[in-house]
């Protein structure tokens, strides 16, 4: 199983960000959380968490 993340706008287009791979759920959301707010200066509004090709769940990225 790989895990990785899939960056989103807030209407739902694809925005490119980093393809990192992951062995582990926990890891793919440790790097998440260090990393969110340079996805978010690239105009990202959504994270999509992907095991493989299933989505797992997606999660707002916002800057309070």
């Known amino acids: 199983m790989t895990w990785s993340w899939r960056y989103e706008t807030a ?6 960000g980093p393809s990192e791979a992951f062995s582990s759920q926990a890891d793919a959301e440790s790097w998440l959380g260090q990393t969110w707010k340079d996805l978010v200066a690239a105009g990202a509004n959504t994270a999509v968490l992907m095991e493989d ?10 800057v309070v």
């Open 11 to 16: 209407d739902g287009k694809p925005v490119t």
């Open 53 to 62: 090709d299933r989505v797992e769940y997606k999660m707002g990225l916002t």
